[in-house]
């Protein structure tokens, strides 16, 4: 099988299409010729700079991947990719000032509404609508935030470090780790201005996963540790904010550990997240961020999954207070958790629950389980017993798990 870079460019070109375009619609939309569209996709001619770098913003992408130094996220749809353009577009204009157009923004309340969209839309795995109302809070509250002052600005300052935030983490789920750091960067200097400490430690949660994402193990750990320790709440007198901040730091630093195969640092940690969620008494949502019992209950098969602790994971699962999810869970949430409870399945032999899960999960976030590495892994383990299987239910999920 070719790497992306050893395609040619034609091919390339008609990879990026895919169903989306026709040839005639990606030529009106690059604005050339469609018979330069059909020769390129046929490698009938040498594409000008010009053209190029029409085709790749037509196609929403960068001229590196057209030309194979880089390639694209696997599975990635034309609406995806130029979701993630727009979203890094208005991280970096909003950040430098480059707010033309936004003459009249929406005031705090309107923006706050857009921003607790964008989370809701973030944790339903759709990232179009992510992209777009994050976008709009970006562009306009930054423009509103230059002229505010006093309690306008603060709220302004939260609304905005927030929004930064579920763009950093929906450019982490992608792999886009540039992004993700120029969002984090820019919430934080605006959350340091607004003096909320719980938002700081939520920042710093999200940094921590973004390092856990480029396998920097240890910097993960780190940031989490370090966070935890400037937040870390007396849990007999500290008020619920505090305590899922730490909580979601403890669970951070715990699943680094496990990653790194750290099992007795990773089980301090959780046990750290186990006391705050018990303390919590239920679960919480705050700036977009969940933490309870539920979350410190499901991470915890994670972290035993990681460290290749199958049993000890299907233990956890199979506890009555895990056989029916909240109605309230995310659909992001949820699916992770079942894809570490179908990777210690097809790890114990059961290969047909396995299976089962999987299906459960494709079925559940089609879209979303396209750019997740876990359904490779268990369709290789599956594969040992029935390719065929595997096969079907890679088409019935959308998702090829074996090649």
Known sequence: MCTWAELTTGRRIKLLRGSDLTQLALAEAADVP????????????ELSIGSLLKLAAALQTDPTVMVGQQAPRQGMSLGTRAA???????????????????????????????????WTAYWAGDTVTVSALAARVLMEGQARYSTASGAERERLGLVLASTYRVAASCATGYGYRDLALSALTSAKGLARESGDPVLGALLDSTLSWTYLRSAQLSRAVAVAE?????????????????????????????????????????????????????????????????????????????????????????????????????????KVARNRYRLDVALAQASSGLYDAAGDTLVKVGLDAPEWVKHQALPGVIGRRLASVSTARVRRIGELIGVPLIG
């Open 34 to 45: 469609y018979g330069l569209v059909r020769k390129a996709e046929q490698d009938r001619c």
């Open 84 to 118: 993630l353009r727009a979203l890094s577009d208005a991280v970096h204009e909003s950040a430098l000032g480059e707010w033309d157009g936004c003459e009249d923004p929406s005031g705090v309340e309107a923006l706050s509404e857009a921003r607790d969209g964008a």
């Open 226 to 330: 370090r966070a935890a320790l400037r937040i870390e709440p007396s849990f007999s007198t500290s008020d619920r904010p505090h305590l899922l901040a730490y909580g979601r730091l403890m669970i951070s630093a715990a699943v680094a550990a496990s990653r790194g195969e750290d099992g007795s640092a990773a089980d301090t940690y959780l046990s750290q997240a186990h006391a705050a969620a018990a303390r919590l008494g239920s679960d919480m949502k705050l700036h977009g961020t969940n933490f309870g019992p539920t979350a410190a209950r499901t991470e915890a098969v994670g972290i035993a999954v990681a460290l290749k602790d199958y049993g000890r994971a299907l233990t956890l699962s199979s506890h009555p207070d895990m056989r029916t999810l909240p109605a309230g869970m995310s």
